[in-house]
């Protein structure tokens, strides 16, 4: 009897997240989706600069690298080269996203461009030491703010989904979490919508995800979690931000 398997869609490359870092289950969440679409065959992935830099290593479906930032500009490029054939999906930190690559994400939202962002917020610079982000809280330690972020001198965190809906463009946007089982199955869950809308030619879908990076928050695996729920999402509230489809079938 098989009790524990690996998504078709992951490569057997053992990855390199620091222990307690969640973007090992939100990568497999992604793989198990494109396994449950059928579409590996099919589908892109745009690997963003941080932590998560060398998810082409990780996904078994055809990666590019974007520059930082560029991901929503690589992925408009490629799924508008040949629109039928291709699901295209980035996959993009919070320093990444919200940071160098606002614009691109602006941008892209507003066109509504039909892909699909995995959005992984962890309120900090992961892979370059723990530096602030537009997304880290206030209050929060960070190597760049050691007295806590100052909001009088840093201004306030980004609260991209929030923000995003007040385009017009995008299709989806919707918070979720991965600390806890129950968290776990919603946040597959939204990610699966976000590609469907896609191969439905709903347009652009974005999945953000609060994570935990137990390193550079310098606490343990255990703890770290408790702070998404203690810490995060007082400030970043789970829930959709916007489903075009389901408010037009509420109107109809
Ligand atoms: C143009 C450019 N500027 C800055 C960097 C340095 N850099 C690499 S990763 C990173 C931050 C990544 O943070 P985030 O997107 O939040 O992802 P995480 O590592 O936390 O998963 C920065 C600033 C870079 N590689 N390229």
């Known amino acids: 009897m098989v009790v524990f398997d690996k998504p078709h869609a992951l490569t057997d490359a053992?990855?390199?997240y620091c222990p307690g870092c969640t973007h090992g289950i939100v990568h497999r969440l992604v793989a198990e989706v494109i396994d449950e679409?059928?579409?590996e065959?099919?589908?892109i992935g745009v690997a963003p600069v941080g932590c998560s830099v060398m998810a082409y290593n990780y996904f078994a479906c055809d990666m590019i690298e974007a520059a930082h930032g560029r991901a929503p500009a690589v992925a408009t490029g490629v799924k508008r080269a040949d629109p039928e054939n291709h699901v295209v999906f980035t996959y993009q930190g919070d320093g990444d996203l919200a940071s160098i690559g606002m614009a691109e994400t602006v941008h892209a939202a507003?066109?509504?461009?039909?892909?699909?962002?995995?959005f992984i917020n962890n309120a900090i610079y992961g892979m370059?030491?723990?530096?602030?982000?537009?997304?880290s809280l206030p209050g929060q330690v960070t190597q760049t703010s050691p007295y806590g972020r100052d909001t009088n001198h840093c201004g306030f965190p980004i609260k991209v989904c929030e923000l995003l809906s007040e385009l017009d463009g995008p299709e989806y946007l919707t918070r979720v979490t991965v600390n806890s089982v129950k968290n776990i199955k919603a946040a597959k869950a939204a990610?699966?919508?976000a590609f469907q809308n896609q191969i439905d030619g709903k347009g652009f879908s974005l999945?953000?995800?609060l994570s935990s990076c137990p390193t550079n928050w310098g606490?343990?695996?255990q703890k770290a979690l408790e702070w998404i729920d203690e810490k995060m999402i007082p400030y970043y509230p789970l829930g959709v931000y916007k489903d075009r489809s389901a408010a037009k079938e509420e109107t109809k």
């Not at 507003?110 to 995995?118: G, L, Y």
């Not at 370059?128 to 997304?135: H, N, R």
């Open 14 to 16: 053992p990855m390199h």
């Open 37 to 39: 679409l059928g579409i």
């Open 41 to 43: 065959g099919k589908t």
């Open 110 to 118: 507003a066109r509504n461009e039909n892909i699909t962002v995995i």
């Open 128 to 135: 370059t030491g723990g530096q602030m982000a537009p997304t």
């Open 191 to 193: 990610i699966k919508k």
């Open 207 to 209: 999945v953000e995800v």
């Open 219 to 221: 606490m343990t695996p």
